[in-house]
């Protein structure tokens, strides 16, 4: 098959991507979860303010620099703010057909990439989150050094060193992937080495000079040092740790099927190295070795990128990569009757598990927001009309502590540098810093989420229990502001609070 054929089939597998991405998840109403710090962080780089300097982020910036530019260009509509996740998860599948088309034929790389494409079409994932980003650029950059080193071309290992570096700026710890990479780029000549070294200069400079032209660097690097020394501890999770949420009507082995699911992220790196080196022992070909130990190193340093958040979730953002390795290992092991076999069952599931993904949309009722008419999976609308009756657009708001997506959906705006509070992993540096905020510029509402200690420990399990009280916030806000709403939320009560005013 010609290069120009598979690319255009590359290009129609990256279309309907992008195409069935985009309806299942780009205008869903989900206020829980990390992603209102990004899209409240969009929100407030629009309005002339920057990451570090005016607001408190625990990673890398460019994510907020992307939510920003698009937050200003639509007006901070929703469907356009998911667009960068959409064309992450989009590319995904697409680098999974190229990968594969470089060692199969063309049906099978997209047998593996739709397989793939069923797998990561997940609601609750589907949202703006800085690893969607630093996951696309990184397999980006994994794409480039293959055909860099087929090629030999250092324009493309400087290309690889350009796009790695723009994935360590949305995830630091991407940062682990450049040792792979810069070996592999080294076995082609010091030339080639120095090409990509220098693409990662470019990135890091140019954006290392950004944020010290708007007085950022030296607050981004004393926020990556707090990151360091806190966010460990409360956020460490074993290896694979998988949420299958609640489903009190299922059987002990539904339950158990649901987990096993989840659990692919976490599984398919292992298989693919372990599988590639009981290959490589017990068979006599090892044509390819110069490609796959450098993809296979790469595999193992996307994977050690999770840590130590390393749930399932996370390690779905890097899984691309380990599922070629794994559906090539396939390719080797297997006859061409039975790959004709197993691809049938695999693609027959995928299908089965993507359809009803794509009709579900079809029975979301439309519901109006001040970021856009967005479609309702559940009770999100409820919620945030019985927030809309207190707060106006415009009207200052702490949310408080773990509840960022507030500001952006109210269009409310917060007097605080913090967007969230973590319990358990916030200081009380950080604490007293946040009360000092309100007390200098007192918001008129509170929207508390009132979080019982066992929710936070099932979110962030290695919580030290003496930081949850977050006892000076607590007090400041019972002194100064009185609850008029209560409203029922997942794990616990959303209470609306006022200002009371002072006395004369």
């Given at each position: 098959m010609t290069n120009v054929r598979k690319a255009r089939i590359g290009a129609a597998i990256f279309l309907l991507s992008f195409v069935c991405l985009y309806w299942i998840a780009a205008d869903i109403l989900e206020i829980a979860g990390d992603e209102g710090m990004y899209l409240e962080g969009g929100r407030r780089i629009a309005m002339g303010q920057q990451p570090y300097r005016d607001f408190f982020v625990l990673t890398g910036p460019l994510t907020f620099w992307i939510q920003g530019v698009l937050a200003h260009l639509s007006a901070m509509k929703l469907a356009i703010m998911r667009l960068p996740v959409i064309l992450d998860a989009a590319f995904l599948a697409w680098a999974v057909y190229w990968l594969a088309s470089r060692y199969t034929g063309s049906a099978y790389a997209a047998g593996a990439a739709f397989s793939f494409l069923a797998y990561e079409s997940r609601i609750r994932i589907l949202k703006v989150n800085h690893r969607w980003d630093s996951g696309a650029l990184a397999t980006a950059a994994i794409v480039t050094a293959l055909a860099a080193h087929r090629s030999g071309r250092r324009e493309l290992w400087a290309a690889c060193g350009i796009l790695l570096a723009a994935a360590a700026w949305a995830t630091p710890s991407m940062a682990i992937v450049a040792l792979p990479l810069l070996a592999w780029s080294g076995r082609k000549g010091m030339g080639c080495a120095a090409a990509f070294l220098a693409g990662g200069a470019i990135t890091s400079g140019a954006a290392g000079l950004y944020?010290?032209?708007?007085?950022?660097?030296?607050?981004?690097?004393?926020?990556?040092?707090?990151?360091?020394?806190?966010?460990?501890?409360?956020?460490?999770?074993?290896?694979?740790?998988?949420?299958?949420?609640a489903m009190p009507d299922a059987a002990a082995w539904q339950y158990a099927v649901a987990s096993g699911i989840l659990m692919v992220p976490a599984v398919l790196p292992l298989a693919a190295?372990?599988?590639?080196?009981?290959?490589?022992?017990?068979?006599e070909k090892r044509g390819d070795i110069a490609e796959m130990v450098p993809l296979l190193g790469a595999a193992a340093a996307l994977t050690?990128?999770?840590?130590?958040?390393?749930?399932?979730?996370?390690?779905?953002?890097?899984?691309?990569?380990?599922?070629?390795?794994?559906?090539?290992?396939?390719?080797?092991?297997?006859?061409?009757?039975q790959r004709f076999w197993w691809c049938g069952v695999v693609l027959v599931v995928s299908a089965g598990s993507l359809l009803p993904k794509l009709v579900a949309p079809w029975n979301y009722p439309p519901q109006e927001t001040r970021v856009g008419t967005l479609r309702d999976p559940g009770n999100q609308g409820e919620i945030l009309d019985g927030l809309e009756r207190w707060v106006s657009p415009g009207d200052t708001l702490f949310s408080f502590p773990y509840l960022p997506s507030a500001y952006y959906f109210l269009d409310a705006r917060n007097p605080s540098r913090y967007t969230f509070l973590q319990p358990g992993m916030m200081t009380s540096e950080d604490e007293r810093r946040a009360v000092a905020d309100l007390q200098l510029a007192p918001p008129r509402w509170v929207v508390y989420e009132n979080f019982p200690p066992d929710a936070v420990f099932r979110i962030w399990p290695g919580t030290d229990p003496a930081r949850i009280p977050m006892t000076a916030m607590n007090e400041y806000l019972s002194a100064h502001y009185r609850q008029v709403d209560s409203i029922a939320w997942e794990t616990a009560r959303l209470v609306v609070m006022e200002r009371v005013p002072a006395a004369h």
């Open positions: 944020l010290h032209w708007h007085g950022a660097l030296l607050p981004m690097i004393e926020s990556l040092r707090w990151t360091g020394a806190n966010y460990t501890a409360p956020n460490r999770v074993p290896y694979g740790s998988v949420w299958a949420g190295i372990f599988g590639w080196m009981w290959l490589w022992r017990t068979r050690l990128t999770g840590w130590p958040r390393w749930t399932s979730d996370t390690l779905l953002h890097t899984m691309a990569l380990s599922w070629f390795l794994c559906a090539l290992l396939l390719y080797r092991l297997t006859t061409p009757r």
